[in-house]
C-alpha cells in the first residue's frame, strides 16, 4: 500500500523541528499570545454553558454510534445528496480525490476556482494538483491567503497563518497580492482593520466573477444530505452560493446520523473554537441548491485503516475545533510547523502517525510531542482521549537502542527479588562514585534531568535491619 | 472494485465485532418557553451589531430612519417583504426579479430582509430563503443588511431553532456582521459579507 499523503512530506523528526521554532523568539511571542487569547475566550463561554458536560457527552456519543454505523451512513448520505439533486463521487486517497476534483472543472471549461478553508483539500495537496492540470485555486480564508501569498504552509487548523504577526503580514501582502491579482493599497499600515480591508478589496471581484468553487464541510447530515460549513469572513458564502458548480471534498468521518444533531455539534464547536457563542456565518445546503450545480467527493484516504484500530478510532471523531492545540504546552512552544502534517498540534500527534503510518522518523517522533499533561483530553469537545491514544501509538513505534538495553536490564533486574536486592546493596556501596551525567547514549536522560540521589540502605535493607522501625 | 465498493468494504471489515453505543442527550433540549427578547437583543449587540425595539406600528418609521442615517438609496428588497414596512422609506426598492447579477447586487447601498428563526442565547438570526428573504445572495454582497426580526420568531436556544428549521431549504445562520480573527487573533468586524448589520425586533 502507498503510504497516504497528508499535504506536506514528512521531514526531519519532531524534536530537532521543535528546538529550531524555539529559537525563534519572534514565533513564540505571536504563539503564546495568540494561544493566551483564545484560551481565555473559550473557557469563558464554555463556562457560561451549564449543560456543556452533557453536550461533550452527547457529541462523543454520536460520533462513537456514526463511526460504528459509518458504512450504513455514507450509503444513506449519498442516497440523500443524490435525492436533492447533487452528484457524489467516492475517492480512496488522496490521488484520487485529486483526480476527480480536477476532471470536475475542468468539464466546466474553467482554469480558476475559488476555495473555502478546508482541512480535507489541504490534506491532499489539492491546490498543487490543480496546477499540474492548469487550475488556479483561490484561497479566499483571509489566514489562508496570507499563507498562500506567502508561500507559506500552515501552522494551525483554526488560525493558519497564527505564526506571522500583523507586520509580517503586512508585508505579505504588500509584496504579493499584485502577483495574484489585485495589489494591496500604497498606503498599507500594519493595522488588522487595514489589513482585512486589502483583503477584502483583493478578494471582491474574484468572488463575483468565479465559477467553480471548492469547499469542505464540517458536517454531512445522512438523514437529510445537508452540508453544514461553518465560518467567520463571509468568504465561505461568497464561495458556497454565487460560483455556478460547487465541489465539497469531506472525509467520511464528517458524517452526522440526523438533522437533529446539529443541535449538539452547533453548540460544541463555535464555543470550542473561536471561542465565541456562535460564529459569525453558518451556510447549509442540500443537494443541487437555487440551482447550482454540486459535487460531494467523500474521501477515505488512511481513514478506514484509522478506523480498523480499536485505540486509535477515537480521532475519527475530531471535529477540528483546535481546542487541543490552543492549552497544549507544547504547541504553544513548538508551533505548528514542527509537526510536518496539515494536522498540528495533541490531534495531529495522534492524527498524522495513523493516517501516514510510522515509517519516517518524523511520525515515530510525534507519539512523544507531548508531557501527557491531559489539558488537550480535558478540553477535547468530543472527548477524544488523546493521552491514551499517544502512549497506545508510543508502544508501537520503535524505541532508540539505548532505552530498549535499558528497559529489558530492568526488566530482567526486577524479575526477581534477589536481583533487585543484590543491585540496590551494590548501588549503595557504589553511591559516591555515581556520575552528575550518564555516559555515552545515556547521557541523553541526564541532559535535562537529574540522576536521583543513591541512599546509604534501600528501604527493604532499613526494615530487615530495624524490624519496621521497632528495633 | 469501484472505489465506493472498496471503501465500503473496508468500513465494514473496520467494524467487524464492534460494540454499538448507547446516545444519552442530557442536555437543554427544544423548550416549550419563548426566547427572551431582552437576552437576544444584549447577544446581538455583543457582536457589535445595531439593535433597535419597535413596537409594530413604528416598523415604517424606523426602517426610514435606519435608511437616511446609513445613506442608503438603493436596497435590495426580497419579495414577501411587508410593504407597509417600507411605506415611510425615503429610498429606492430594487427587486431581484429578474435575478440580479452579482455586480448589479455588489452597487446597491444594502439588503432588508425579515428572517425564519431567531436565537436569543447565541443572537443569531437564521434565514431560510422563506418570504421577505430572497436567495442566499442577497444578505451577503450588499455591504449593509437590516433584518426585521418579530419577538415570535425569537427562540431560546439553538435545539429549538434546528427543531423549527427545515433541512431543505438553503439556510444562513448570521450572528453579527462579518468578521476576522486571523490576524493576532484580534477581531476585526467586516470581511466579505455585509460590514454593518442592523437588527429590528418588533414587539
Redesign the interface.
Known sequence: MSVTFLGMPPTRPFPRNAARALRDSQLRF?LR??TR??RARRASVVAEA??W???R??GR??K??TL????RY??RLEEAVTA?GGHVH???DAA?ANRIVAGLVKATGETEVVKVKSMATQEIGLNEALLEHGITAYE????EL?VQLGDDQPSHIL?P??HR??AE?REIFAEHMAGWGRPAPEDLTDD??A???A??LH??ER???TKVAISGANFA?AE?G?MVVLE????G??C???PRTLISVVG?EKVLPT??D???F??LLPRSS?G???????????GA??GQEFHLV?L?NGR??V??DEVG?QALRCIRCSACLNVCPVYERAGGHAYGSVYPGPIGAILTPQLRGMGSELDRSLPYASSLCGACYEVCPVAIDIPSVLVDLRSRARHPWPERAGMAAAGWVLERSGRLARLQRAAGRLRRLTPRRLPGPLAGWTDTRDLPEMPEESFREWWDRTDGGRR | MSSRDLILARVRRALAGVPDVEITRAYRGPSERPGEIGLFEERVRDYHAVVHLVDEPGVAERVALSLAARGARRVVVPAGFPAPWLAAADAEAVADDPPLSAADLGAVDGVLTTCAVAIAETGTIVLDAGPGQGRRALSLVPDYHLCVVRTAQIVAGVPDAVARLAPARPLTWISGPSATSDIELNRVEGVHGPRTLEVLIVT
Open positions: 505571536n499570545k495568540a487569547t483564545i451549564p449543560d458536560a452533557g453536550l457527552e452527547a456519543a454520536i462513537e454510534h460504528r454505523n459509518l458504512d455514507l450509503v436533492a467516492w475517492a480512496a484520487e479566499t480564508d483571509l489566514a496570507i488560525v497563518a497564527i504577526n500583523r503580514i488588522p482593520a489589513l482585512a480591508e483583503a477584502r478578494l471582491r468572488f463575483l466573477k447530515i437529510t445537508t467567520s469572513e463571509g468568504n458564502r461568497m458556497l452560493t454565487l467520511i438533522w437533529r446539529l443541535e449538539v452547533l453548540q473561536t465565541e457563542r456562535m460564529n459569525p456565518y453558518t451556510s447549509m445546503w442540500t441548491a437555487e467523500l477515505d478506514t485503516g478506523l480498523a478510532r
